[in-house]
């Protein structure tokens, strides 16, 4: 229900440079076992051939609007009902000039022009062409229209050029197509998510920390956003890129975040802290590095502020306030303590020593604990993407049994 599997994705390709780059989406696509056809433009043809964009979706690639071996069919009419959704890509300055203006001239501008699905455009061009006045306008018709529309990146372009009009990479496109594919039940709501450790300074090289990777926090920062929500994701220190289309504050102590998160908790409707925050920092910081014969064996600590704890006390009525609960034993007893000490709607606990679960793995097993709920619910040992959606099914819950009490 939340991948690009089965999904029906009409991909037109039109002329640039930037076609070759399409393969590999289409390939990853594939991979993800989406149903992909290509439609090419007759410039595109001249960049890349059909045959690669066959062997890659595993589909005929249609090209011509009135192919020979077409009989009768109206295939522009048959791509445009099947499509769950378009995605055009590299649209070339020409492209968008058509579309823009409703032309139904080759098969992909007539198929864009008669399907009913969300149609997601990522323009490739010369970057005096893409600032161009005439595609600025192109653009901003496309926009009043309903299409849905990604900036080009900036960097060096093929033609020597340094500015924007680079095609946007995968990464940055999948989710946006993801978005366009799946249930908007958390649209118009802010969510807010923590992830990743922090780190508590000893001296400019030394610090203590934890072994959050922070693919938990980050993967429900993704799903939130796939199923329509504005997310911010506060971060301590992680490796993983910033995720499209959400809101990122990286942070590094446990003070950082809870300066972040106070700020924006205050208008989010939900708040998410998958973040291991440490409970303690140094009782000293040393401005130079210390030396290894001057260490002192014990090191003093202070507490660091209980985020969530705090959360809870300001908490408004209709915020939704999810906590984590990172435990090795007795994991209902202590996911309990916590839900009802830091005042909090649900909490989601895991058993950091399992195998497979955790800190660092892709696969997390969750064991749900409501307010009120008398039995936890065990959720399956499942990716940790699958596990965020299934957090997120109880929170679109959480927000119909309110309106529903109103
Ligand atoms: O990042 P990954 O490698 O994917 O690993 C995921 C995870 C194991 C870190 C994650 O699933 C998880 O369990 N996160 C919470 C870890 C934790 O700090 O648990 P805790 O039981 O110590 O804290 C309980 C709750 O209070 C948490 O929501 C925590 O964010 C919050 N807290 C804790 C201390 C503090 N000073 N401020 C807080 O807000």
Not at 256 to 264: F, G, P, Q, S
Request: hydrophobic share 50%; aromatic share 4%; net charge positive.
């Amino acid at each position: 229900m939340y991948t690009l599997a089965g999904k029906n994705i009409v991909v037109g390709v039109s002329g640039s440079i930037a076609a070759f780059k399409v393969a590999g989406w289409v390939s990853a696509l594939a991979k993800a076992e989406a149903n992909v056809t290509v439609i090419m433009t007759e410039a595109a043809q001249r960049f890349v051939t059909p045959l690669t964009f066959a062997a890659l979706s595993g589909n005929r690639v249609y090209g011509a609007m009135f192919a020979a071996d077409a009989g009768e069919e109206m295939t522009h009419i048959r791509l445009a009902r099947e499509a769950d959704v378009m995605l055009i890509a590299p649209a070339s300055a020409q492209t968008l000039a058509r579309l823009a203006h409703g032309l139904a001239d080759d098969l992909l501008a007539v198929t864009t022009l008669a399907t009913r699905a969300p149609v997601l455009i990522c323009p490739a061009m010369n970057s005096a062409m893409y600032s161009h006045a005439a595609t600025r306008a192109n653009l901003e018709t496309l926009r009043v229209h309903g299409y849905h529309l990604l900036q080009a990146a900036s960097g060096v372009l093929a033609c020597g050029e340094e500015g924007q009009g680079r095609l946007a990479e995968w990464p940055d496109v999948q989710p946006f197509l993801l978005r366009l594919v799946t249930p908007q039940d958390l649209a118009k709501k802010k969510i807010l998510v923590t992830a990743g450790p922090t780190r508590e300074a000893i001296d400019p090289a030394r610090f203590l920390s934890n072994r959050s990777s922070g693919k938990m926090g980050y993967a429900l920062a993704r799903a939130a956003m796939a199923r329509g929500a504005e997310v911010v994701l506060v971060s301590g220190p992680s490796a993983l890129p910033d995720p499209a289309g959400v809101r990122v504050r990286r942070v590094i102590s446990a003070l950082d975040m809870y300066e972040a998160v106070l700020a924006e908790a205050a208008d989010a409707d939900v708040v998410i802290k998958a973040a291991a925050v440490a409970d303690y920092r140094p009782a000293t910081v040393f401005d130079e590095k210390v030396k290894k014969d001057q260490i002192d064996t014990s090191l003093s600590l202070i507490a660091n502020p209980d985020i969530l704890l705090e959360l809870g006390r300001r908490k408004r009525p209709g915020q939704i306030l999810i906590g984590f609960a990172a435990e090795t034993r007795n994991l209902e007893a202590a996911g309990r303590k916590k839900l009802a000490a830091k005042n909090l709607d649900l909490i989601a606990v895991n058993n950091v020593k399992a195998a497979g679960g955790g800190f660092e793995a892709e696969t997390n097993q969750l064991l749900l604990i409501g307010r009120d709920q008398v039995a936890p619910e065990a959720l399956p040992l499942v990716s940790k993407d699958a596990a965020a959606h299934m957090l997120l099914d109880r929170v679109s819950w959480l927000f119909r049994q309110a309106a529903r009490l109103q």
